[in-house]
């Protein structure tokens, strides 16, 4: 056969895309050429393979050597393709019958001396290989933890070229590492609630927005410990189900992030741009291999924005896709490419320019004119999908009394949090939501009206002027998730007036 065919992977930040990769020696002028759209990474890939396989005991062909990589249409970028590049044109050369090829993708590097290397992505490669059904992947053995997440697929780590020729030829001269044992589940955080001590307030804030994956905005002077709950929040979400692991797992693949060799992490993630961020960092893209930003690094757990109105204006309105769909889309040269990005908000903002705006000594001095003009800043849309609201104040002297403090881990609130998510998704059953903060205003009216005396309590709130119509909304919502944690059947006065205090800081946010 001169004639051989196998798959390859191209990963672009968290989607993979199956390669067909052909190899066809033919008489003719001797040499080597790619075809199919290869940028100049995979033109270096000649040499490699060249230099790889002479290493490995195979004679390099004094013919022709053509390498077809379809679809053609596709950027190719990346070394991953070297080992099949290398195995296709082992089989076309050596004639060898090698039936393994149809079913396998092949999806590492080579260095010069035949040696195999990781790249980053290798999950994503390997969900790519179940996806195109084939039986197997063969990556690099320092990879094989990452592959071996995807369930259904035989995953064969090679450390050398010489190993995975040994495989197509039906052969096994070196031992290589094929795992096919379930992989093991991880849940871990060095952080804890139990770490922050006083701020009774702010943690039932924390849990009631945890509960019904409500975005939250912290308003609060510098040093009072808004990154301190906010960075906690990730340990009180539940647990992070099989798929959304895997989704959150290919994510840290494809930048070369290798938290979950052990096993799936089910930890939600977290990000926190600092406000200097730009926005190809904070959203992704970027000329050449698209950057993965840090709503697709949050994606399945917490983004915190803290000192929010110092961020570029352009920043934060960037949020506003992925807030609505969950997905950001970047448009590259011949399509757009869109990368997960459902996320659930936390903005932190000092009250006023100088931080001081709450203090009640006063020794703010900006203008109500500043104070404004600073707030504006994250005001409008994003802020209209944030349901809470509060005020973080320096912990008081009674926050720290060892008797009246009840220290509480991250491991019991969470153990609320999910009976309370229980709750609210047997009532969202029938619909497409999944938590309270899903629930559009119109809907939430119509589907789960509060009970008479209670929605009497809140429209005397809306005629008191304190609220506006869609903060009303907002108010039901979070009612609704007081209701959960509670565990009742639909929120009570008492939990409105709960969900009224945390907006106490609605006045500080001009709308
Ligand atoms: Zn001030």
Redesign the pocket.
Known sequence: MSIARTFSCVTMAVSGHAIDVEAHVSEGVVGMSVTGLADTSVNEAKDRVRAALMNSGVAWPQRRITVGLSPAWLPKHGSGLDLAIAVSIFVAETNTSADICRSTLFYAELGLDGRIRGVNGTLVAALTAKRIGCARVVVAAQDVNQARLVDGIEVIGVHHLRQALDLVRGEQLEPFESVASPPVETYESTLDFAQVRGQRAAKRALEIAAAGGHHCALLGPPGVGKTLLASRLPTILPPLEHAAALEVAAVRSAIGDRADENGLCLTPPFASPHHTASYTALVGGGSGTPVIGLVTQAHRGVLFMDEAPEFASNVLDALRQPLESGIVSLSRKTFTLDLPARFQLVLAANP??????LDPRGS???TPMQ?RRYLMRISGPLMDRVDIRMIVQSPSVADFDPVAERVESSATIRERVIEARDRASRRLRATAWVTNSDIPGPALRELFPLREEVARELSAVLHGGRVSARGMDRIARVAWTIADLKGESSPSQEHVREALALRDSEQQWPN
């Open positions: 006023c320019p100088c931080g001081q705006g703010c001095r900006c104070r």
